[in-house]
Nanobody, 121 residues
């Protein structure tokens, strides 16, 4: 009922920047919290940043001051601006959001397909 399409990953040198985007589409009634998570090889998926519908943000300590999460409610899109990238930021980044679909009375959790971010030293 809700589909997520991520874009913006790639290969970048240490110190560089990337912008990830995640657009939600489908039978959407409302979106609540949106966020980004990442999973490096042989590690558990971890939270990177989240943003509420009203714009309140939360960041992992490892990315504070370097990453910025934002959203465009009119476009049902969440962004992650990543600056000062480090090799340890290398991971698959996943978009996550909580949405209520049309004709549904409950909120559900949705995940994107993931986009690879690789930072070379």
């Amino acid at each position: 009922q809700v589909q997520l399409v991520e874009s913006g990953g790639g290969l970048v040198q240490a110190g560089g920047s990337l912008r990830l985007s995640c657009a939600a589409s489908g039978r959407i009634f409302s979106l609540n919290d949106m966020g980004w998570y990442r999973q490096a090889p042989e590690k558990q998926r971890e939270l990177v940043a989240t943003i509420t519908r009203g714009g309140g943000t939360n960041y992992a300590d490892s990315v504070k001051g370097r990453f910025t999460i934002s959203r465009d409610n009119a476009k049902n899109t969440v962004y992650l601006d990543m600056n000062g990238l480090k090799p340890e930021d290398t991971a698959v980044y996943y978009c996550n959001l909580v949405a209520r679909a049309i004709s549904s009375t409950s909120w559900s959790n949705y995940w994107g397909q993931g986009t690879q971010v690789t930072v070379s030293s």
